[in-house]
Antibody
Framework: QVQLQESGPGLVKPSQTLSLTCTVS??????????WSWIRQLPGKGLEWIGY???????YYNPSLKSRVTISVDTSKNQFSLKLSTVTAADTAVYYC??????????????WGQGSLVTVSS | EIVLTQSPATLSLSPGERATLSCRAS??????LAWYQQKPGQAPRLLIY???NRATGIPARFSGSGSGTDFTLTISSLEPEDFAVYYC????FGPGTKVDIK
């Protein structure tokens, strides 16, 4: 059974860079047919897709966040990471990592981490 | 960018009743639509992908239908554990429908 686990600081100062890592267990991040995504949920709000990476390093980001987002992968550690630069209080959220599998018509998120609350505050 | 809208925002029903949730896309997405359930403090759970395919382990009372721009998630008979927020998703997510106890 594939499991994902987010890790990283729970508190980030305004204007700094938020960094999170997702460790994948029970399966290889290098398997074809999967994207590895970051999704966030602002307090009391809905879900916002941030971006994904394929194991060979190709990425696709939400246009609304693209200028501040970098997602990278380390296949040797079975991990992928998120960096969000120049954060403000509006970036305070629960950040989820998720596996996105390819379906006949598109994709869907079938495995999720438990979520990591990141607060932006001085 | 395809925008998803969901209705109603809140649905108040009793256990045993049928729930019908709607998701509309701003342009055709063919069958590329998924549905998720989220309970407080938990990560979302995939229910339906490709508009009508149940994910592994999802009970048969959950069904999805639709194509193009209009989609429906139906819960045939609400169980106590079904009261939650439901999101549709193509690339981006819809705003969600909360199903609460009447």
């Amino acid at each position: 059974q594939v499991q994902l686990q987010e890790s990283g600081p729970g508190l980030v100062k305004p204007s700094q860079t938020l960094s999170l890592t997702c460790t994948v267990s029970g399966g290889s991040i290098s398997s074809s047919g999967y994207y590895w995504s970051w999704i966030r949920q602002l307090p009391g709000k809905g879900l916002e897709w941030i971006g994904y990476i394929y194991y060979i390093g190709s990425t696709y980001y939400n246009p609304s966040l693209k200028s501040r987002v970098t997602i990278s992968v380390d296949t040797s550690k079975n991990q992928f990471s998120l960096k969000l630069s120049t954060v403000t209080a509006a970036d305070t959220a629960v950040y989820y990592c998720a596996r996105e599998f390819w379906t006949n018509s598109g994709t869907a998120f079938d495995h999720w981490g438990q979520g990591s609350l990141v607060t932006v505050s001085s | 960018e395809i925008v998803l809208t969901q209705s109603p925002a809140t649905l108040s029903l009793s256990p045993g009743e049928r729930a019908t949730l709607s998701c509309r896309a701003s342009q055709s997405v063919s069958n590329y639509l998924a549905w998720y359930q989220q309970k407080p403090g938990q990560a979302p759970r995939l229910l339906i992908y490709d508009a009508s395919n149940r994910a592994t382990g999802i009970p048969a009372r959950f069904s999805g239908s639709g194509s193009g721009t209009d989609f429906t998630l139906t819960i045939s008979s609400l169980e106590p554990e079904d009261f939650a927020v439901y999101y549709c998703q193509q690339r981006l997510f819809g705003p969600g429908t909360k199903v609460d106890i009447k």
